[in-house]
């Protein structure tokens, strides 16, 4: 019982390693991704799609290089990003009117748990 116990334990420690970095990459796929869209060309300035595409680009690099990082080096590193990415992908969805496929406003939920609210509309 105690030898599956430190097995485990052993896995959940694991698992606390790969969560964040996995969080990392997928949110910055996903930021890569939402300022190449075609939907957004025009939208976003070229120099603020740049900041976010080499921001991205380098903890793609990060997290290449750093396979047995720690949880907080990784989410020390999503911080990072997330300085970079949130004001402009917010300001994007807001000149957009809103989440691409919806009505104006709503809130966007970042990998973090963070939500942002965006451009909110009230009907009378």
Known sequence: MVQ??????????QQD???????????SFN???TVED??????INGEDKQ???DKCNEIIKWLDK??????????HQ????????NPIITNLYQSAGGLPGGMPGGSLVC???ETITLNTVHYS
């Open 66 to 75: 750093n396979q047995t990082a720690e949880m907080g080096e990784s989410e």
């Open 78 to 85: 999503q911080k990072e990003l997330e300085k970079v990415c």
């Open 31 to 33: 930021n890569k991704i």
């Open 4 to 13: 599956e116990a430190e097995k485990y334990k052993a896995e959940d420690k």
């Open 51 to 53: 900041k976010i595409l």
């Open 111 to 113: 990998i973090t748990g």
């Open 38 to 43: 075609e939907k957004f060309q025009g939208k």
């Open 17 to 27: 390693k790969v969560s964040p970095k996995n969080s990392l990459e997928t949110y």
